[in-house]
């Protein structure tokens, strides 16, 4: 069978804009029905990029360059050192379509002084697929490149048995860590903090990325099923979307666990959308969402009420937000600058931010990395889409048997420390399901 290109191991890192000649990006448009079903079966079994929903989306492989960031200004880093890189790219387009042209992916981590910092990378193929359009991008620095083999790999082998262990906090300390969460916000020190969980998995074959993205992908065909730099996942919170002048983004707060049965489950739904504790929470994640996007909007349009999002694990409060981008017939902001501004929403870190973050800092123990950051993509016009890494993994780049699973969960005044474990164990079961073998 023919084989993909290296998955690009010795990608040049852009630190500026320096780079070995212009970036050229050449996209065709191929028959939709030439490719899978799955873009997944696409992916080398040596890595890749993946951003998917619906069986739409981009996969990617082969790495051409890689921009490294750290700190504070992570966001700004990467989005200058893009937007130099496309100002003199040569471009030949025959889709036209929001993926197509050159693409980077990226992924952020959640604190300013995370080591994990950020990452974009340039990939050398993708292939995507929109509806009924689909295409081949190639991408190369000062020359064209060949025309990819895009063929069916071989499928992912399983990962064997895997062997759970405790994070950064067993379960009992980490319900102590909500129980002083919720003293603090009792004491109104905050009003919501949002605490995350890590658990520790071993495989017992090496772990093919594949295996897991195949299944998160099937299991969860809402969300968007994400593969960056080692950071996997299916979110069903996209942060934002920017798209010819419109902004959108799909804000969660607000959790009860499936039970299996239909009848129950609906029950349930209505428990959650008239639970005050959950209604709470929520009003607080849209109100930190929308007060961040409105410099960067004309108009927006915020619904009044949530509604219940049904996944196979938990329903969720959802509110999907939208606004109009100011300056749309000039120079409108990127969707990573956005992105940024966006960055921690009261969804993943709580309300006040600072107040939220500091806690945070205190009580979870642990260096949350990429979890709870942007994951998503950028073009070339500077449009995309940036989800929030929930519900993810991260694989040890030293360790091809070792991840960490991570979930989080929205601390107010009224929740309770048990309940809270519980929540986490919901969020954990897609990637403890995707990991099984069975």
Known sequence: ??????SGRHAEELHADQAAGPLVARTVAVDVDSLPA??????????GLAWLRRGDGMVAWGELLRVPTAGPERFAAAEGAWRRLVAHAVVRDEVGVPGSG???????????GSPAGGVLVVPRVVVGRRGHVAWVTTLALGGVAAPPVVVVQDPPAAPGDVDY???SLDPTAWQDAVATAVGRIRAGELEKVVLARDVVARTAEPLDARWVLHR??????TCWTFAVDG???ATPELLLRSEKGLVTSRVLAGTIRRTGDDEADMARAAILAHSSKDLEEHEYAVESLTHALDPFCSSTNVPETPFVLHLPNVLHLATDVTGVLRGVDGDHPTSLAIAAALHPTAAVAGTPTTAACALIGEVEGMDRARYAGPVGWMGADGDGEWGIALRSAELDP????RLRLFAGCGIVAASDPRAELAESEAKL????HALAAD
Do not use: I, K, N, Q
């Not at 069978?1 to 290296?6: A, C, E, K, V």
């Not at 050159?102 to 300013?112: E, K, L, N, R």
């Open 102 to 112: 050159p693409v980077a992916f990226g992924s952020f981590a959640f604190a300013a």
């Open 1 to 6: 069978m023919s084989t993909h290109p290296s």
């Open 38 to 47: 799955d873009l997944l079966d696409l992916l080398p079994a040596d890595g």
């Open 231 to 233: 950071l996997l996942g």
């Open 398 to 401: 030293e360790d091809a048997h």
């Open 429 to 432: 079961e897609p990637m403890r």
């Open 165 to 167: 262990a405790d994070g």
């Open 216 to 221: 998160l992908s099937d299991d969860y065909p």
